[in-house]
């Protein structure tokens, strides 16, 4: 039946760039169904129209054989500044941060918003999309704040528009890693915090000296406490039980990043339906707040019910790397398949997309990625990778250098190469 | 530039070309590493890949005081040895890293433990990172559990010369002399480009270019040949008349002749470790990125007589490889890393493949990392990966020579570890599967046939004293 209404659907419409039937996959779906052999998937305008086996050919529509092969959603990036830096060590090239106070002097600018600076012509972009990766949650990292400001998701297909509808996010710092921004103490973050909650609720003047945000700084984190998302950098066990606390005084939902010791309080995590965005590969005690790190982290938080998405160990150039962090959690004892959720499923349902990407079932975007292998697998690459359908070409500035210099040189010089 | 010169009754320049090789060379921090007792082992019917590029299917190791007795099918166990099913398991010589800096910049990463960059000059092959190397970093213990026997502590990359390498064995101790690999030559750190100029340049001092760099090099060795010449000299006897006269490069007596010495000239620690490099006693690793300064650097030790051993990072190692590969030096690489600045910007994850495709190629994994330390194995499997799809084909007995036989050989260790071979020392990985994986554990590592980490049993996983009493670990 369904196949019939959407037959008839496609009559009206002639077959785009966007359609494809991708045949005979191994399709997980980081969804409730699981992973599904022999399975196809119709991509109709670079939405999935259906997912099952055996499906109809729509007239027009072009056929991917996937040979059985895995199919997976697009992979999440996690928080990156790919499209917001070109090279790390130069300045001019990076926007994920202002120092609009001097340098390392404390400022408080929630309204500072990077995904306005985002480049979706950067060099990065394809580099990460040749690594399976589709989505990933810009961020604002003003080394000088406490609210570092904000970030959202943007999807990597070098559309311009920039972050996708609803998904702003805004970022908090805290830990041993803020004490410089405020005042040398971990309490001091809570004391600001609190103070620029009741600026951002009107119980201060504008006048007086001591105030912490612009008049814009103060609606911006009005909306955010109105219910929107505030992503928390956090290691340590007992500062995450402060940020608990914290975000239950203030009705917030509770966004971690970080989180070496969440373990430790995977009960209380559970009861507040956080999620915590982890490096799967942390496991040694790179500062006091992260005594506890240790790479079955996920596995213990996922056993506890509580919701765990990964960060790449990696970030912005090397992204790519969050899919081995994935297997690594895999390899310490999470399921395969939670593995698979932690970077598709998981971070785009907490960052609030999760109704557009991360999932490969009937509505979503075609983001999608298929493999030559086992897709946690380090030894395993991207084959093909389709963004709203759309076949991307699995090259970047890498693969150009590669070419250049794979072949002996002819009689000109490497530079006459194409 | 400061040149402290402490007397030390034991000068460390006895290690020349034409000493004895049987004796090390004269260190005044001498190692004090004795191998741990354990019986003997025999591990049977595993897939062993020995480093030598062979593959050996339903083989058999044995090893025995510290030494690795023989390696083929059907062998017996010695007696009283410990016999482990290698069914299904692969074996491999233990993992060495010839860049890292565990210890020097260890966990917990505060600042009391910044000891990795002796940043008061650019040129300071006067400090040697063992003086500083923490032997309660936990590093230590998570790369053992990664399947690591051996690896080289070096100075960081801030200095255009970093100061002296030292070469370790992955066992926990007390002290970093029990933990000194007898013998190992030591390491010079050089570093090109970015880092150096950027440290000095930004407080108005030299070097701020990489003119300033060359420059910064040459200057240092030009002063250490001065030195060398006046060293040569002493030694050859022909100082105040033309009469030569044997003598020991620290001025006593000449025990044979009887011979009163003339005054030694005055030891110069800096100078002394840039004489070790060009007499070849130490061993010249070089911090570089470019193509273009990978060149230049192998100028500057045809300059002044010297050969580097590898060239770390070498993100454009692949734009040079044949060069690398005729002239004798490794590369020692990352799987991936890039873009994090300028001479890093042209990375490609085929750089390890391309780097071990000519003949006499030697492509090295390293880490610099203590994260990536722990999964070099990982890592090479990556640039398989990448190797495959540009049609290179490279089988796990080859790749596995990036992470043993290849850093050995860099180090100047291949002749006691790195390899299967009767004779070698016992360092030995039991993994679960193909180490080539994200799945593969490390279950059992052995360090001169000591079993020294156990996956599946607790009392055989070293913790740091760091590590005690936070109620942390599992």
């Given amino acids: 039946m369904k196949r019939l209404v959407l037959s008839l659907l496609l009559v009206a419409g002639s077959a785009t760039a966007q ?28 939405i999935i129209r259906s997912v099952g086996p055996k499906l109809l050919t729509p007239p027009g529509v072009k056929v991917f054989d996937a040979n059985g092969k895995s199919l997976t959603p697009g992979l999440f990036a996690g928080f990156s500044d790919i499209g917001l830096e070109e090279v790390s060590a130069e300045k001019s090239t990076v926007d994920s941060s202002i120092e609009l106070a001097g340098t390392g002097v404390p400022q408080t600018r929630p309204e500072f918003d990077v995904t306005i600076a985002y480049n979706p012509a950067s060099m990065v972009i394809p580099v990460a999309r040749m690594g399976g990766l589709t989505f990933t949650a810009l961020t604002a990292n003003s080394g000088g ?34 004490d410089g921004m405020t005042g040398g103490s971990r309490a001091g973050q809570y004391m600001l915090l609190d103070q620029a909650v009741r ?121 790519r790397k969050i899919r081995q962090a994935a297997g690594n959690a895999v390899a310490n004892g999470l399921s395969w398949e939670d593995g698979l959720a932690s970077i598709t499923r998981v971070p785009a349902q907490a960052l609030g997309v999760g109704d557009k990407v991360g999932r490969i079932e009937v509505g979503m975007e075609a983001d999608l990625a298929l493999w030559d292998g086992d897709p946690l697998e380090v030894s395993t690459l991207a084959e093909a990778v389709w963004m709203h359908g759309t076949s991307m070409p699995l090259r970047s500035r890498q693969t150009q250098l590669r070419d250049r210099y794979l072949q002996d040189p002819g009689t000109l010089p490497r530079a006459y190469s194409r | 530039m400061s040149r ?43 897939t062993v890949l020995t480093g030598t590029g062979e593959r050996l299917e339903g083989s058999d190791v044995v090893m025995d005081q510290g030494r690795i007795v023989a390696v083929g099918q059907g062998l017996q166990a010695p007696e009283g040895a410990q016999v482990i099913d290698g069914t299904g398991k692969w074996v491999t010589p233990g993992i060495i890293d010839v860049h890292s800096h565990l210890g020097v910049y260890p966990s917990p990463g505060v600042s009391a433990h910044e000891d990795g960059n002796e940043m008061s000059s650019p040129v300071t092959p006067n400090v040697w990172a063992e003086h500083a190397l923490w032997p309660q970093d936990p590093g230590f213990g998570t790369a053992l559990a990664g399947g690591v026997t051996s690896m080289q502590i070096l100075p960081g990359s801030g200095n ?68 060398m010449r006046s060293w040569d000299k002493y030694l050859s006897g022909q100082t105040s008349d033309e009469t030569p006269k044997k003598k020991s490069r620290w001025g006593k007596q000449d025990e044979e002749s009887g011979a009163k010495g003339d005054e030694p000239p005055s030891r110069d620690l800096a100078k002394e470790t840039l004489m070790g490099a060009m007499k070849g006693d130490i061993r010249v690793h070089i911090h570089c990125y470019r193509a273009d300064e990978m060149a230049i650097m192998l100028d500057l030790a045809k300059e002044f007589g010297f050969k580097v051993a590898a060239f770390h990072h070498g993100v454009e190692a692949y734009k040079l490889a044949d060069r690398l590969a005729a002239e004798g030096v490794c590369g020692a690489l990352w799987a991936d890393w ?66 043993t036989a290849n850093p050995a050989k860099a180090l100047g260790i291949d002749g006691q570890t790195g390899t299967l071979e009767s004779g070698k020392m016992a360092d030995v990985v039991i993994w679960n599967s193909t180490p080539f994986s994200v799945y593969a554990h490390a279950e059992k590592v052995f360090v001169d046939g000591a079993l020294l980490y156990d996956r599946a049993d607790k009392s055989r996983q070293p913790r740091s004293d760091f590590m005690l009493g936070l109620g942390v670990s599992p």
């Fill in chain 2, 338 to 403: 890039w873009g994090f600045k300028m001479e890093a910007l042209d990375g490609v994850e085929e750089n390890v493949a391309l780097v071990d495709r000519p003949a006499n190629g030697c492509a090295i994994v390293h880490s610099d990392s203590s994260e990536g330390i722990q999964r070099l194995n990982q890592e090479a499997a990556k640039m398989m990966a990448h190797g495959r799809a540009a049609g290179m084909d490279i089988r796990p007995e080859r790749a596995i020579r990036w992470l």
């Fill in chain 1, 199 to 319: 600026e951002a609720r009107g119980q201060a003047p504008y006048a007086s000296p001591y105030v912490l945000l612009t008049p814009a700084g103060r609606e911006t984190l009005a909306r955010y406490l109105a219910g929107g998302r505030v992503v928390f950098s956090v290691d340590r066990a007992a500062d995450i039980r402060q940020l608990l606390s914290f975000c239950r005084k203030h009705g917030l939902p509770v966004l971690i990043t970080g989180g070496a010791e969440a373990w430790k309080v995977a009960t209380e995590l559970k009861a507040a339906n956080a999620t915590v965005f982890l490096d799967a590969l942390q496991n040694l005690p790179s500062g006091f707040d992260q005594l506890g790190s240790r790479l079955d982290n996920a596995a213990l938080l996922v056993r506890s019910g509580v919701k765990v998405a990964l960060v790449s160990p990696d970030s912005t150039h090397n992204a």
């Fill in chain 1, 19 to 46: 359609d494809v039937l991708i045949r005979n996959a191994t399709v997980h779906t980081a969804g409730s169904r699981g992973t599904i052999k022999n399975a196809d998937v119709l991509v109709q305008r670079g």
């Fill in chain 1, 145 to 178: 704040s406490l609210i570092a400001g904000q970030g959202g998701v943007v999807r990597l297909d070098g559309d311009p528009s920039a972050a996708m509808t609803g998904t702003r996010l805004l970022f908090v710092n805290l830990g041993a890693g803020a």
């Fill in chain 2, 160 to 227: 255009l010369i970093g100061g002296r390498g030292v070469t370790v064995k992955n066992v926990s101790a007390v002290t970093y002399q029990a933990m000194k690999f007898p013998g190992a030559p030591w390491g010079l750190k050089m570093a090109c480009g970015e880092n150096p100029k950027r440290v000095y340049g930004s407080k108005g001092g030299t070097p701020m270019t990489r003119m300033g760099n060359v420059a910064g090099y040459r200057t240092a060795f030009i002063d250490a040949q001065a030195y």
């Fill in chain 2, 4 to 46: 402290p010169t402490i007397a030390i009754a034991l000068a460390m320049l006895a290690a020349s070309a034409s000493a004895a090789p049987a004796k090390p060379a004269a260190d005044p921090y001498p190692s004090t590493y004795q191998r741990i007792p354990a019986p003997a082992v025999l591990i049977r019917n595993a």
